[in-house]
T-cell receptor
């Protein structure tokens, strides 16, 4: 049982290049998320999905696109990378929280370190 | 975005001592909170959670306290071990789908 798997783990891009980060989960989770982590900033939500075929914007969506064509996969795309997108990216997944008494524990991947020169 | 912050960015404790990590949150409507542990080079891992209708919840060697009056969370780790060295994040759940994370506290455990 792999949990949440992110590929690639490391990538270096030049400004203006495009790339896609892939997140795969094998827990049959409905919800999936992409976060970025910068020093001193904590985790910030980029985009999320509450089910196959759906996506929504988080706190910092500009410059990123996402797709959830299959329930188990959530792709994060950078169409034209900028140095400000240098960061560590984390994918997470969870079950829906079932009401106020429910839980919504995120399971995270190991991260993808992206450097944009 | 919502403001979830930590009072101490770095905490150093002696092995065997108890650790207390603090977190302030800004939105009184948040009704669910989680503490995560992140070891170097890894993704955050769930430690313990608490709902807003509770003041305290205990796990194995960890206790989370919630003070809704002052919008404050704390994570207590008993008998801190070297393996507890990591960055600890609190997160608040305002809407069911989204969490807002604090910037983290680094815990250093001295042997």
């Amino acid at each position: 049982n792999a949990g949440v798997t992110q590929t690639p783990k490391f990538r270096v891009l030049k400004t203006g290049q495009s790339m896609t980060l892939l997140c795969a989960q094998d827990m049959n989770h409905e919800y999936m998320y992409w976060y970025r982590q910068d020093p001193g900033m904590g985790l910030r939500l980029i985009h999320y999905s509450v089910g196959e075929g759906t996506t929504a914007k988080g706190e910092v969506p500009d410059g990123y696109n996402v797709s959830r064509l299959k329930k188990q996969n959530f792709l994060l795309g950078l169409e034209s990378a900028a140095p400000s997108q240098t960061s560590v990216y984390f994918c997470a997944s969870s079950y829906p929280r079932q009401g106020a008494s429910g839980a919504n524990v995120l399971t995270f991947g190991a991260g993808s370190r992206l450097t944009v020169l | 975005g919502e403001s979830v912050g930590l009072h101490l960015p770095t905490l150093s404790v002696q092995e065997g001592d108890n650790s207390i990590i603090n977190c302030a949150y800004s939105n009184s409507a948040s009704d669910y909170f989680i503490w995560y542990k992140q070891e170097s080079g890894k993704g955050p891992q769930f430690i313990i959670d608490i709902r807003s209708n509770m003041d305290k919840r205990q796990g194995q060697r960890v206790t989370v306290l919630l003070n809704k009056t002052v919008k404050h969370l704390s994570l207590q780790i008993a008998a801190t071990q070297p393996g507890d060295s990591a960055v600890y994040f609190c997160a608040e759940n305002l809407n069911f789908n989204k969490f807002y994370f604090g910037s983290g506290t680094k815990l250093n455990v001295k042997p």
